[in-house]
């Protein structure tokens, strides 16, 4: 069965701080990992990964798939209480098209 | 980029009435359209894969007879909740991925939640 694990499930910082977001994967014929954010409705999309070691970079938020240690880290630097929300780490395997999400992070920061 | 329009974002139903969920891809064709459901402070957790023209897949410890899916076009799909319970209180969130390989990101509607009383 495959499995995404997400750490840590909450977090709570400061403005100003930076953040790392861990997912972890177990899945059969890896594909993608892809980063969601989500605030009160529907996830949008941020990143999506599928070489280890290229770094995936947009604003303040960046990303690093490691195909050797089956992870992938989600950086936010310089967090704004804009920032605050569910983050998702999802990963495509060959067993569907379907994301397989893991429980998500849920990262709050403070003024 | 592309949309993925979901209605309505909110309803609430009597227990016993059914209750149906559209999902529309608004600028591109979807042959494969995907159900998640999320319970508060979880993750989405797929429910069932939605195929044009042909039967959805459900994910294991889904009752198709419950949750109903038709994907008659390529720009809709549809997932009826037969016979609500309260226990069907959820957040419904349809996806579509834009393209044909598997490596193209989903998209997401803004989900509908259903309450049921």
């Known amino acids: 069965e495959d499995k995404v694990v997400q750490s840590p499930l909450s977090l709570v910082v400061h403005e100003g701080d930076t953040v790392t977001l861990n997912c972890s994967y177990e899945v059969t014929n890896f594909r993608s990992l892809l980063w969601y954010k989500q605030e009160k409705k529907a996830p949008t999309f941020l990143f999506m990964l599928?070489?280890?070691?290229i770094e995936k970079k947009s604003g303040r938020l960046s990303s690093i798939l490691d195909k050797k240690e089956l992870s992938s880290i989600l950086n936010i630097t310089a967090t704004q209480t804009g920032d605050s929300a569910i983050y998702l780490c999802a990963v495509v395997s060959n067993s569907g098209y379907a994301l397989n999400f893991g429980k998500g992070t849920s990262l709050l920061v403070t003024p | 980029g592309a949309v993925v329009s979901q209605h309505p974002s909110r309803v609430i139903c009597k227990s016993g009435t059914s209750v149906k969920i559209e999902c529309r891809s608004l600028?591109?064709?979807?042959?494969?359209m995907f159900w998640y459901r999320q319970f508060p402070k979880q993750s989405l957790m797929l429910m069932a894969t939605s195929n044009e023209g042909s039967k959805a897949t459900y994910e294991q410890g889904v009752e198709k007879d419950k949750f109903l899916i038709n994907h008659a076009s390529l720009t809709l799909s549809t997932l009826t909740v037969t016979s609500a319970h309260p226990e069907d209180s959820s957040f419904y969130i349809c996806?579509?991925?834009?393209?044909?390989?598997?490596?193209?990101?989903?998209?997401f509607g803004n989900g509908t939640r259903l309450t049921v009383t």
């Open positions: 996806s579509a991925r834009d393209g044909t390989e598997y490596n193209s990101p989903l998209h």
């Open positions: 600028d591109f064709q979807a042959t494969t």
């Open positions: 599928t070489s280890s070691g």
